[in-house]
């Protein structure tokens, strides 16, 4: 078992609010692809021709038969240790809010309460005309892009493509957990992608510890309080038993 440093260990004892920053890398271990690195999906296919509205106006088919694909992958995934350790993590503290930029719903599915996604969610998609939703698993079936039943117009995934705005809600929800947070875990992102990338940063000049969880350093990693360099899903197990310890093994809500 991981040992963690001291300091890191005394601010999460006194913390209240807590928030998890994550991206692809936490769902690696889930088997689903992150987008960056030697495996990453953008070395093998161009961003460019599938993430982004042009692109979808362009070879509608082509961009939907894609991410029937990545749906097909993330129906049969499931939560990793790193995602359940988060979602256990809830219970100790008065405050834990997940901010992911992934579409997998991974988190939900762990348990998680508090999710915002500042990416979509490959699980609904919507009208591009009347932006009437289209979120049962049965639609979304076939190779085809599919038409809605009310105007006609291509419907598209409820994903964040480049060249889009966020979420309004989600965002502004995430700015406000990050002012507020004792403690800020970054956990398997590349923290490239902006503007969910100002959210560590936030939280880091609002006093937040900042803890980065990741195979290897990234931009954020100068700016961090501790690296912790290894998977997600074998060191949060290992915080999630430090919290028990000194949280108690009864849980604050519970
Ligand atoms: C592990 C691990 C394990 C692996 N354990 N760790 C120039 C400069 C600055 C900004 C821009 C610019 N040009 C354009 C922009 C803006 C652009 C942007 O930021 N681009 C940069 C890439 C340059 N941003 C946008 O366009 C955003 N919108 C916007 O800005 O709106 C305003 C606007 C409006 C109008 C005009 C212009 C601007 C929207 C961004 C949407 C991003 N969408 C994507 C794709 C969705 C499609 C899909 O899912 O199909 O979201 S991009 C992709 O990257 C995806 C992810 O959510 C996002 C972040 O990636 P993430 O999660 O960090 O993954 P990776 O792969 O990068 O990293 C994985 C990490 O895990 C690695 O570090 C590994 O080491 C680690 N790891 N296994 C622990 N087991
Ligand atoms: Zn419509």
Not at 57 to 78: A, E, F, G, M
């Amino acid at each position: 078992m991981k040992t963690f440093r001291r300091d890191f260990l005394e601010v999460l004892k006194e913390a209240e609010n807590v928030v998890f920053f994550t991206g692809a890398g936490i769902s690696a271990e889930s088997g689903i692809s992150t987008f960056r690195g030697t495996d990453g999906i953008w070395n093998k296919l161009k961003p460019e021709e599938l993430a982004n509205f042009d692109a979808f106006l362009k070879n509608p088919d082509r961009v939907w038969d894609w991410y029937q694909y990545r749906r097909h992958i993330i129906d049969n995934s499931k939560p990793n240790p790193a995602h359940l350790a988060i979602a256990e993590m809830q219970d100790y503290f008065k405050s834990l809010s997940v901010v992911t930029q992934n579409v997998d719903n991974l988190h939900r599915r762990a348990g998680s309460r508090t999710v915002y996604e500042l990416h979509g969610n490959i699980e609904r998609n919507y009208c591009i005309e009347c932006k009437t939703p289209y979120n049962s698993p049965e639609f979304a079936s076939g190779g085809k892009v599919p038409r809605c039943e009310k105007c006609g117009g291509l419907i598209r995934p409820d994903i964040v493509w480049f060249g889009e705005m966020l979420p309004e809600e989600d965002f502004s929800m995430s700015e406000k957990a990050a002012e507020k947070c004792d403690v800020m875990f970054a956990v398997g992102t590349s923290a490239v992608v902006y503007p969910a990338a100002r959210i560590p940063l936030l939280a880091r000049r609002f006093g937040a510890y900042l803890v980065e969880i990741n195979l290897e350093e990234t931009e954020l990693s100068p700016l961090a309080n501790y690296v912790l360099l290894g998977k997600a899903g074998e060191i949060l197990p290992g915080i999630l038993e430090e919290v028990k310890k000194f949280k108690g093994e009864k849980p604050e809500n519970g």
